[in-house]
């Protein structure tokens, strides 16, 4: 029996029923896309996050290098300027005191120790100073820079580094090649003072738009059992390397002891 | 067999699909599809009795008076474990408490055992429907990680089902009995075939969240 006459409940629980499973459906569409959305938006926002610090560590390496700059042409001109005149003035009381015959015994050789000091003063503020930037940097690039480090530590007999390039290296930018310089000048300095070793192998190399270092010594490697904790240098070193784009990978030598890593840094040749 | 027959028997196959599927990747589910799992068996089981009764041609009724409750409180216990952290044990505990007393009264009392249990499973739709919409409020909370990346998924897809199934039965739930005694035979199939396909897209939707969960999981 069909109930009523015109529009039966019948007529209106079916479009209902129809129509509340269409808006149920449309609830869980606008749901999915909402989601979509804000995953989408969230990882805007870790991106965004990402190259602020990328941003930001590179201004902090760019503002510590100028000051670094900054200090080391104040030391070289400045400082190295009044040491030298005050050699000079020293060497001119020498000669003065030389010719004097009435002059206080053991004041000639008072002067010519503080001549020695003032000569020392000199060598001291012009390491330091390079030290902070060397200027052979800017004049003959990373490589030539390196090689003369190598034939200086080399020359001391305590230690040999073998210093090679496998494919020539592009003309870098001045932030890069500094970066490569303080990368590798920490590694060094790191096998020097902790890893007790007698030889370090430097491989430079260019290849598929990437700048490659890698480095290995003979000594003593990581301590895997011990503090593996990373120093402040090391430290330093990822963070140039993360500003660079770069990243590096290292660990102790398959075939035995020593320290090796290798590091890529991301360059394209404009 | 009519063409109507055999689409309301074929409406059981994805809750026995989504239980035998349950039951052969049962060590790869998550703690919660777990709970969620007891659920599905309770309405595998009652769709294969109730079946099995109504091709014998016999009133199965009653199975849905149990069913109800306990379906009911499954499936509850389910969202009291994902929303563990955001939800008071204690509403929820009531809420399971109250309904399945107010099921049992309504059996005895207003809706007897062989008569639909529409009062019951009008009120279970909107206390599901409330339950499943908070549930999308926190998950596009994303400030929240109460809920782990993992259960995220197969939640959304449950909730989703839970949310479609309820919204479109309600109304069916409310007039069942009203177009029992009104309506043919022909018009009560109609709106028992609109059923079975928002049951389909429920447990499409539960199998769905299941299988990402254990295709992540594996």
Redesign the interface.
Known sequence: ???GKGI???DI??P???V??V???G??LL??N??KN?YRQ?LDKAALKSSQQEDLLRNSIQVQEEERKRVASDLHDELGAVISIIRMNLVLIQQKVKKQEDAAPGMESAIEGLISLSESGISSVRNISHQLMPPQLELFGLIKTLERFAETINASGKIDICLSVKNELPEMDWPVTLGLYRISMELINNTIKHAGAKKITMEFDYDNHQLMLNFKDDGKGLDTNGDSTAGMGFKNMEIRISALKGNIAYGNNAEGAGFTAAVKIPFNID | MSITKAILIASDIPVLLVFFFMIARYRYLENTLKVFWWFIMCSAIVQIIALVLWLLQKNNLPLLHFYVPVGFALLVWYYKMVLAKLITKRVINAVILLFVCFSIVNSIFFQGIFIFNSNALTVESILLIILS?FT?IV??N?EMHAIPQSVKQSL?WIN?GV??YY??????FY?AN??AR???VN?NT??WL?HSA?SITMYICFFVGIWKQVKEYR
């Open positions: 029996m069909e109930a039966s409940l019948v629980i079916i209902f029923t129809i509340l499973f808006i149920a459906v609830v869980v749901y999915v909402f989601q804000l969230q | 919409i999308f998950l596009l994303q959304s989703s949310l479609i919204a479109s039965t309600l109304l069916l007039f009203y177009c009104h309506y043919s018009i109609y709106d609109f928002a």
